[in-house]
């Protein structure tokens, strides 16, 4: 069983175009992460959910919000796409926020470009 | 200048060599330092987290924190080839208001040639 789970793998789309990146966990845990990985292998922390609430909210485009319709499940919608957007986009969870050693599960990863 | 820099690499070496992973950081509230792997087209995994200085061991992995100076290493012993992947230091303060953000390096691309 896939402990992290996000759809889908791949996602090319028009710049201007309004996408959706899921993401569920099946571990329990509390807490959930979106980060965005660039070309580079820079990996950087956008948003993070405590149990459907919003803990962490990095300097982010407005065009991109998060929604966590229970503490399993972590959507990303961004309007308006940009070239500057394609990247490779994680899910991740954790049992709590900010635990002393807490391992953070990554999920497969959306490699999205857009075009 | 960023939080945490990483060496980018690549870094290509043969089989059973002794590879050196280095990060620094800027921040002296961080307190947690982890490494992570990352395989190609997979996310990442937790390889060893430790919080104090001095070394931790795992197989043939070894973890050095040096608060003083700010610098992380991982080192791997007798490097097989599916030891070649990306590996990510990140760091962390833990608790209070950081809700387990972590910030990381940007990565070391290693290959191990047989």
């Known amino acids: 069983d896939t402990a992290v789970s996000q759809t889908p793998k791949y996602l090319v789309t028009q710049m201007g175009n309004d996408k959706s990146i899921k993401c569920e966990q099946n571990?329990?845990?509390?807490?959930m992460y979106w980060y965005k990985q660039d070309s580079k292998k820079f990996l950087k922390i956008m948003f993070s959910y405590n149990n459907k609430e919003l803990i962490i909210n990095e300097t982010v485009p407005n065009r991109f919000s998060p929604k966590s319709p229970d503490k399993a499940h972590l959507n990303l919608h961004i309007n308006s796409l940009e070239l500057g957007d394609s990247a490779v986009y994680f899910c991740?969870?954790?049992?709590?926020?900010?635990?002393?050693?807490?391992?953070?599960?990554f999920g497969p990863g959306t490699r999205l470009l857009v075009l | 200048q960023k939080e945490v820099e990483q060496d980018p690499g690549p870094l290509s070496v043969p089989e059973g060599a002794i590879v050196s992973l280095n990060c620094t950081y800027s921040?002296?509230?961080?307190?947690?330092f982890m490494w992570y792997r990352q395989y190609s087209r997979k996310g990442p995994e937790l390889l060893m987290y430790?919080?104090?200085?001095g070394n931790k061991e795992d197989g043939r992995f070894t973890a050095q924190v040096d608060k003083s100076s700010k610098y992380i290493s991982l080192f791997i012993r007798d490097s097989q080839p599916s030891d070649s992947a990306t590996y990510l230091c990140?760091?962390?303060?833990?608790?209070?208001?950081?809700?387990?953000?972590?910030?990381f390096g940007q990565g070391t691309i290693l290959t191990v040639h047989p």
């Open positions: 430790t919080y104090s200085s």
């Open positions: 991740a969870s954790s049992l709590i926020a900010g635990g002393i050693g807490e391992t953070q599960y």
């Open positions: 990140a760091v962390t303060n833990a608790g209070g208001t950081s809700y387990g953000k972590l910030t």
């Open positions: 571990l329990g845990h509390d807490t």
């Open positions: 921040n002296s509230a961080f307190q947690y």
